[in-house]
């Protein structure tokens, strides 16, 4: 037993044998790493022999092993801390690294980011799509590669803007958005109207300014969406800013339950860990539908403000100086599907942001967006395959 020392405050970690003591090596000047921390203290919650200890990325070696960890959760490549703890045999988990990284390792799905925002995109009926990040660095690539293989399956090809590692710094160093040339020049010889996948929220902020510098009309001409939905960058921009959430707690929780697994002397996974995104918030950037004739985007930018109300087709056709079977015709070629069918679209895909991100009940829900309650769970099961409540379940085991 350690001898007190006078004049020392005695060691209260110290003085509990038993304890596990696990490192948190991770930068938390961004959300996203915050939310990674949150998941990881939830889990330890449910461990009361788990002492947690958060450090910087720049910890030495010698600091970190001086500690004397039994586990360590680290946002690493591979470098100096991750040779020395394999070497010590101190059970390691990474997070948010590439996936050719070392096991066991949790991160996103990045593929599947980019092949949710594509399928947001085609279904609001847009022909013409780019997108902005750093095909060589892996999470932007990744959501990259997912957003045009998922176009490839309906025949489009994206137009890219790769960003460098020069602009980047600039961007960092400056902290002044509006400043990149070069890209207002590409955005403005973008074809409109153009669906503008940008993979990550702070450069979607950049382009999104450099839209209205080049009077780009956003969401008309310029529809965005960007990941992380950081919620002070998204809602500052002008106009807010889509974006596909990102449950970063998840990803903590996940990477202390592997940790806690491997501390047991389970063998490492051969794969990485992929945790699934969450929806797309749609915010002003992206609320349009994407179509050539201006009566049927008239028609249906008023179906949009107004389906979550008592509209029927009578109150479409009266904003709208166009038959019925005009517009039926029109919005089947361009949407493949009838306006009513648009209607419910909307009214469903209000409902699934409800659940989602709040807490209200369903009859308040069906209030939001114009249904009936009788018949809003049968109509929300055979829009989705799922009941309500088990939509807004699976949402909430997204987010823990």
């Not at 593929?111 to 902005?132: C, D, I, S, T, Y």
Request: hydrophobic letters at 45%; aromatic letters at 6%.
């Amino acid at each position: 037993m350690r001898k007190s020392v006078p004049g020392r405050r005695p060691d209260p970690v110290a003085a509990r044998p038993g304890l596990k003591h696990i490192v948190v090596i991770i930068d938390w000047d961004e959300g996203c790493n915050r939310g990674v921390l949150r998941g990881v203290r939830t889990f330890a919650c449910d461990k009361p022999d788990w002492v947690l200890r958060h450090t910087p990325t720049r910890t030495p070696p010698k600091v970190l092993l001086g500690w004397k960890p039994d586990g360590v959760i680290a946002h690493l490549q591979e470098n100096a801390i991750t040779k020395v703890l394999r070497r010590q045999g101190v059970p390691l988990v990474r997070v948010l690294a590439p996936h050719a990284a070392f096991r066991p390792l949790v991160n996103i799905d990045n593929q599947a980011v980019g092949a949710a925002v594509a399928a947001e995109f085609l279904k609001r009926g847009f022909q013409h799509f780019a997108m902005v990040g750093m095909p060589d660095v892996p999470g932007s690539g990744d959501r990259l590669k997912g957003y045009a293989a998922r176009l490839a399956l309906a025949g489009h090809q994206p137009l890219i803007y790769a960003l460098t590692a020069a602009m980047e710094r600039r961007r960092k160093n400056t902290r002044i958005i509006g400043q990149q040339r070069q890209l207002q020049a590409w955005l403005e010889g973008l074809p409109h109207p153009v669906g503008v996948f940008v993979t990550d929220d702070v450069w979607a902020r950049e382009v999104a300014e450099l839209c209205d510098l080049a009077g780009l009309p956003i969401p008309e001409q310029m529809a965005i969406i960007g990941v992380d939905n950081d919620e002070f960058i998204c809602e500052m921009a002008q106009p807010a800013l889509s974006s596909v959430a990102i449950p970063w707690e998840k990803i903590g929780f996940e990477a202390a339950a592997c940790l806690d697994r491997a501390m047991q002397g389970a063998p490492a996974p051969a794969e990485a860990k992929l945790v699934e995104p969450g929806p797309i918030i749609t915010r002003h950037s992206s609320d349009v539908m994407a179509v050539d004739d201006p009566l049927l985007a008239q028609a249906l930018r008023f179906i949009n403000q107004r389906a979550c109300g008592r509209l029927h087709m009578a109150d479409v056709l009266r904003a709208v100086p166009v038959s019925r079977r005009w517009l039926e015709r029109q919005c089947r070629r361009a949407l493949g599907r009838s306006p009513l069918q648009e209607i419910r679209r909307v009214r469903i895909a209000r409902a699934q942001h409800l659940l989602t991100t709040t807490d209200l009940p369903l009859w308040k829900i069906c209030e939001h967006c114009g249904v009936a309650e009788t018949k809003f769970p049968a109509l929300f099961k055979r829009e989705t395959g799922l009941t309500p409540n088990r939509w807004r379940h699976r949402a909430l085991l997204r987010r823990t």
